[in-house]
């Protein structure tokens, strides 16, 4: 099967892609193309998996740079190929090409970043405590600082869980409405107690409110297993594991 890639007319002329878990090497849970070098999933087929994904963007496996990620707001500045072990942080921005840019997800929203006259791009894996922390922002100031302007950088929020399908409870709402009672607008009501966070849309509000344009692919993880892998889904069918996503970006 080939690979299955997500573009955005938006972030043209880089060169970029939110691949779907469609054509890889990996079986069971894993099935497709699992990106994740932290899962179970056997290591030589993972490789295998990034080499296609490297291909697929024009660059060697060395260039394809992910990070150690940990649901922070740091972000890298890559000039180089980056050292083992991979550093931790959340974002990755650059203006030298033949880099690619990729960060995981199973759920998170990955965001790819560009500024196509500045020559500089970037990717941020925002899931809701990287992006309340202010990941987002910090990739955009990231970016500014090589060269790129704000109101010229373009962001789009690739295959993440959707509002219907991110049930939390009323603990997460309270934390967030500390933090501006104006984020009520990103619930929902669930059953009970329980409700609904509307997770690409608080990410489109904290770009949109930093003065960038940004959008949303609209493909939600949870409720496509043949093209997407879930953690939520994962773990509400008692399954071992999980694969990851990988999106990317380069100049």
């Not at 939110?18 to 999933?41: I, K, M, P, W, Y």
């Not at 941020?124 to 010229?152: F, I, K, N, Q, Y």
């Amino acid at each position: 099967m080939t690979l299955e890639i997500i573009t955005a007319d938006s972030l043209a002329p880089h060169r970029h892609g939110f691949f779907t878990r469609r054509g890889g090497a990996s079986s069971g849970v894993f099935e497709g193309l699992n990106c994740g070098q932290g899962s179970s999933d056997q290591a030589e087929i993972v490789a295998i998996n990034r080499a296609r994904v490297a291909d697929a963007m024009g660059v060697e496996l060395p260039a394809l740079m992910t990070l150690h990620q940990t649901h922070s707001s740091d972000v890298v500045t890559v000039t180089a190929p980056l050292p083992r072990p991979r550093p931790k942080a959340d974002a990755l921005v650059t203006n030298r090409p033949g880099l690619a840019l990729a960060v995981l997800t199973a759920d998170c929203q990955p965001v790819l970043f560009s500024d196509p006259d500045a020559g500089v791009i970037g990717a941020a894996h925002a899931g809701w405590r990287g992006a309340r922390d202010g990941v987002l922002e910090a990739t955009v100031d990231a970016m500014e600082s090589l060269g790129a302007r704000r109101d010229g950088i373009r962001a789009v929020i690739g295959p993440s869980i959707s509002q219907r399908a991110y049930e939390v409870g009323p603990e997460f709402f309270d934390d967030f409405m500390q933090d501006d009672p104006e984020n009520a607008r990103f619930f929902a009501g669930g059953d009970g107690d329980r409700l609904h966070f509307d997770l690409p849309a608080y990410g489109l509000h904290r770009m949109r409110r930093a003065g960038i344009a940004a959008e949303w692919t609209r493909h939600c993880t949870y409720s496509d297993p043949e093209r997407f892998y879930s953690y939520r889904r994962a773990t509400h069918l008692k399954e071992a594991d999980y694969g990851r996503l990988i999106s990317v970006i380069r100049i």
